[in-house]
């Protein structure tokens, strides 16, 4: 079977579980096509994303007017596909929060996808994000090409609009990455097409997590992993650590990742002199992080709006406890003084606690927390299952759509 995967930006240091899944599909006999409309110039630090890098063909690369010529194509030689799928991309405008010349791009975008996409003699599309990836899929769909599918992953497709409804109902199906995803998808579409949204989670492979660390740690360590950005809580996390060195708490952070919001946190860390204390690594690679999370005693992620964080899933399978949030789908796998802790979104007081309480757990604890875990994280999310699941949707008779 031959599928395309559509991406707005691949690869990308966030994107590992997209990564993933495309080679866990692969793996499973099915060739994929990598399609994205960026990336080409993204700075890498892992070497896997590099090789991905060299598979991908990015629509943008060669600029807007690259979109004229395969445009043009479109309208000679399907005017009328086109026009309906300009006709709809109106429709959209009203919807959404973009500009009709938003949408038109996207048509054009599909142009230059279909071609590629009917070179490699693909059945069918598959899009990540519910977002512009989504809807460029739809106009493949609607130029002539295969069917589509996407997967939603939040939280932005549930908080913005982006005429989910329009893209289920032109779609073969949806994926979402937990239960509490597909709630959100039903509550912005129809009940009639509620049958074709599935659940497939995210997965953590087994190279990952084969060589089990020791789950006795007695660091005081905590590792933060996640793009630096409002949403994430990096700012209260640091709220956090300076009330616990001010009561005498002997606590450590390092937040890997990089983003927006790293100038504002270097303020703050430089303001409390805590340079000691707190350091900030930059995006790194996916060996990097498993080593800052077997060196830690639990992951932290304070996070105010998320799907359900890979990350999470990876600090899991090497046996370490997590602290984070009661949001959308995370307490579908992380349970409160089972293998982790949760408290609420938005506060540095409930972070600290939570932090203290991890510190005073005995290492016997923590080992048993972290057993749990890595139980729960293999049991639901394992990449094989994953894409063994997804690959039975893309198999599925599409005769009916």
């Known amino acids: 079977m031959k599928i395309t995967y559509f991406i707005n930006q691949y690869p990308k240091v966030s994107h590992t579980f997209i990564r993933r899944e495309i080679l866990a599909l692969e793996g499973l006999g099915i060739e994929v096509q990598r399609i994205a409309l960026r990336g080409w110039d993204e700075n890498l630090p892992d070497p896997v994303d590099q090789g991905e890098q060299k598979k991908t063909r990015f629509i943008l690369r060669r600029g807007a007017l690259s979109l004229l010529l395969p445009s043009a194509y479109c309208f000679v030689t399907a005017p009328i596909l086109l026009l309906r799928a300009l006709r709809l991309a109106a429709r959209l405008s009203a919807q959404t929060d973009h500009r009709l010349l ?19 003699a693909s059945t069918h599309v598959h899009a990540h994000f519910g977002t512009n990836s989504a809807e460029v899929a739809m106009f493949i769909r609607l130029l002539g090409g295969p069917s589509f599918s996407f997967t939603a992953h939040g939280p932005r497709e549930f908080v913005a609009p982006l005429a989910l409804d329009e893209k289920l109902r032109h779609a073969r199906f949806a994926v979402a990455i937990s239960s509490f995803g597909r709630s959100q998808i039903y509550m912005r579409t129809s009940y009639s097409d509620w049958p074709k949204v599935h659940v497939v989670r995210c997965g953590i492979d087994r190279e990952f997590y084969k060589e089990s660390p020791s789950p006795r740690n007695s660091s005081r360590m905590f590792v933060c992993v996640g793009r630096l950005s409002e949403a994430k809580g990096q700012m209260l996390l640091l709220d956090a650590v300076v009330r616990l060195i001010a009561r005498g708490v002997d606590v450590f952070l390092t937040i890997a990742g990089d983003g927006p919001m790293r100038p504002a946190l270097e303020k703050l860390i430089n303001a409390h002199r805590i340079n000691d204390r707190v350091r900030i690594t930059g995006w790194i690679s996916s060996e990097q992080v498993r080593a800052e999370l077997i060196a830690a005693r639990a992951l932290i992620l304070p996070s105010f709006a998320e799907g ?27 349970q409160h003084n089972v293998n982790g802790w949760l408290f609420p979104a938005g506060s540095s007081t409930d972070i600290a606690n939570a932090i203290e309480d991890c510190l005073s757990r005995s290492e016997e ?13 293999v049991k639901q999310h394992s990449i094989e299952t994953e894409a063994a699941r997804l690959a039975g949707l893309f198999q599925a008779d599409p005769s009916f759509h």
């Open 365 to 377: 604890d923590l080992e048993r927390m972290g057993l749990e875990g890595f139980t729960r994280v």
């Open 102 to 120: 938003h949408h038109f791009v996207c048509v054009m975008e599909a142009c230059v996808a279909l071609r590629w996409v009917r070179e490699h």
């Open 308 to 334: 359900l964080p890979v990350v999470l899933m990876e600090a899991m399978s090497l046996r370490k406890p997590v602290l984070t949030t009661y949001v959308a789908g995370i307490p579908e796998l992380v």
